[in-house]
């Protein structure tokens, strides 16, 4: 029988969760709703590089310049329907897909707290929340590469190379541990099989 000390630490968990799964679902409407309310701006990150003679950077002791290989933020003042939604495109389904990890996980909790978690159904459960994670994660950032390349071009020349932010690593990691943490339930549940045999 679960004792009081983890089953209080799954409710925490689960309330965490189910914390960033309303959370994230909020900032994502949020995201879409600014994207389009009128006079708002969208800010456009643009590769230092294009800039040959940067302005002088002040409030800086000497020596400190700008990194030609990092990302200067422009404010795009009246965007486009396009140039929006492109914004938006690079924020937006990263949070969708945290929203269902988030929402997954909570209901992997509640049910560990009621029932017995060694089961070959909470395997399938956790594996099927570390693909969305891995594969959801990874397409999510790629979507967001384009569509960050596309909103550059917008701005400058479409041939300017956009590096890709951060972000598969992160997913891939999340995905990794959630199926080992799959691997691990089912190890217990074979070993669960082989003492009942043996009883």
Do not use: N, Y
């Amino acid at each position: 029988m679960t004792t009081p000390r983890p089953r209080r630490a799954l409710r925490l968990l689960q309330g965490a969760a189910t914390t960033v799964h309303v959370a994230a679902l909020c900032l994502a409407v949020a995201v879409l709703v600014i994207a389009f309310v009128p006079g708002s701006s969208v800010t456009v990150d643009l590769p230092a590089h294009l800039f040959s003679t940067p302005a002088a950077v002040t409030g800086t002791t000497p020596g400190v310049t700008l990194d030609p290989a990092g990302q200067l933020a422009f404010v795009l003042a009246d965007p486009t329907t396009v140039q929006r939604l492109l914004r938006a495109t690079t924020v937006v389904p990263g949070l969708l897909v945290v929203a269902e990890v988030a929402r997954r996980l909570a209901d992997l909790l509640r049910s560990a707290r009621q029932h017995d978690p060694f089961t070959a159904q909470t395997v399938r459960r956790l594996t099927t929340v570390a693909k969305i994670a891995a594969v959801g994660g990874s397409a999510t950032w790629l979507l967001g590469v384009v569509a960050a390349w596309v909103l550059v071009s917008t701005v400058v020349d479409p041939q300017v190379t956009v590096e890709p932010s951060g972000g598969l690593v992160g997913w891939l990691a999340v995905g990794l541990v959630v199926a080992g943490f799959a691997q691990l339930v089912d190890r217990g549940v074979d070993l669960r099989t082989e003492l009942d045999t043996v009883i």
